[in-house]
């Protein structure tokens, strides 16, 4: 591995691959009149570095995304101000792209009448460029995409002015949110020494390997207060359950807490889940309940941390239905949370078999691989995975208003 790329990856955590590098990098010396092999090693910190970084990110986002994130943030911030009348609700988004998320969360506390005195945002995001466009808060049509667009369109209406092609937002959103450049290994000095209620941290994690998930997840904790959430990616939730997180609530896959420690009384660790599986009584004989109310049942299970129930709905619904990928993407996510890494593999794979743009099991493919030093095969798969988002980002730019 090259210096600036071994650099690169201890400063933000990012897997590179020395094509991608080497890529930015021409592209550096080009606009600044450099031959090519002209010595480059631009240091952290520096114009030079930002400018390199805002090459190797593409922080693309869109306002809402994933809706039921935004509105389960709202709840966690009502209760918080129930159960602590007058005192700040603290939440961090990072990355935050352009803005779009903590806007998102501005839109949100603004409509439920929580004014910034009541709850602030501090968002970062590594692109120094990125942040340049928060702060403006000037955005095109992309930005207002989703499976809602009535509603998008309201809110456009609501919280937006239109400028030439450009949308404007409006000023009393911007007081909710402090922008900041850094990134989860490089915090402003003003995020370190804060504690959040809330942390959003979403689909960040696929873009790392294994040492730096772990490095993260490590930041994550020591960033949120032993009572708060953290919001993060769906494929994200198994590699930060495995250094600290549990889930926070059913139904909720991707709101994750600190995991509360075992009582002394108790076994050091569970047992696998498999086995315990296998050594289960046989239930009574009883009128198989349709594929989607077992695959509910499978995810409520899981979302509740019932892991075991999880599995026997799942293994219901695949006798019935051998061919639902959505189940094999489930027991696979059930071994990973079980350790069984190889159980994990092949159930991810045969999900992919069957839907091989299925972006959650491609993701947990790639940090299961990378976990296990195979960085090839974990490169292949985020790739993959990336082009399956890139597709997913066009569609949904076609129902746009």
């Given at each position: 591995m090259s210096p600036l790329r071994t650099l690169l990856q201890r400063q933000t955590g990012l897997m590179l691959t020395e094509a991608d590098l080497a890529r930015a990098v021409y592209e550096r010396l080009q606009a600044r009149g450099l031959a090519a092999g002209t010595t480059y090693a631009p240091l952290p910190g520096t114009p030079e570095f930002d400018a390199l970084l805002d090459l190797l990110v593409v922080p693309e986002s869109w306002l809402l995304r994933d809706p039921a994130v935004f509105a389960h943030a709202l709840q966690a911030v009502q209760r918080r101000l129930l159960e602590r009348p007058g005192v700040q609700v603290r939440v961090l988004s990072l990355p935050c792209a352009g803005g779009e998320e903590p806007y998102s969360l501005a839109m949100q506390l603004a409509d439920a009448g929580i004014g910034p005195a009541q709850c602030r945002i501090d968002a970062i995001d590594i692109s120094r460029a990125a942040i340049d466009r928060a702060r403006q808060g000037r955005y095109t049509n992309n930005a207002f995409r989703g499976p809602d667009p009535d509603?998008?369109?309201?809110?456009?209406?609501?919280?937006?002015?239109?400028?030439?092609?450009?949308?404007?937002?409006?000023?009393?959103?911007?007081?909710?949110?402090?922008?900041s450049q850094g990134n989860l290994f490089a915090l402003p000095d003003h995020v370190v020494a804060r504690r959040y209620d809330l942390v959003f941290c979403r689909n960040l994690l696929i873009y790392f390997d294994a040492d730096a998930c772990a490095r993260a997840a490590g930041r994550l904790l020591t960033l949120l207060v032993d009572d708060g959430q953290l919001l993060s990616g769906y494929a994200e939730a198994p590699a930060l359950c495995a250094h600290g997180f549990a889930p926070a609530a059913p139904r909720t896959p991707f709101a994750l807490a600190k995991a509360v420690p075992l009582p002394a009384r108790r076994a050091p660790s569970a047992p696998r889940l498999f086995p315990t599986v296998a050594r289960r009584p046989a239930p009574a004989p009883a009128p198989a309940p349709h594929a989607t109310a077992l695959l509910d049942q499978a995810r409520r299970a899981a979302d509740a941390?019932?892991?075991?129930?999880?599995?026997?709905?799942?293994?219901?619904?695949?006798?019935?239905?051998?061919?639902?990928?959505e189940a094999h993407y489930l027991c696979g996510l059930l071994a990973e949370c079980a350790r069984d890494d190889a159980a994990a593999r092949r159930d991810w794979q045969r999900c992919l078999y069957l839907d091989p743009d299925h972006y959650e099991a491609l993701c947990g493919l790639a940090l299961l691989h990378e976990r296990h030093g195979d960085t090839a095969l974990a490169a292949g798969m985020r790739r993959r995975a990336a082009r399956v988002f890139a597709r997913r980002a066009t569609v949904n730019g076609s129902m746009r208003t």
């Open positions: 509603r998008i369109a309201a809110l456009r209406a609501r919280w937006f002015a239109r400028d030439g092609a450009w949308y404007a937002i409006a000023p009393a959103l911007r007081e909710y949110v402090c922008f941390g019932r892991l075991v129930d999880a599995r026997i709905a799942c293994d219901a619904l695949l006798r019935t239905d051998p061919a639902c990928a």
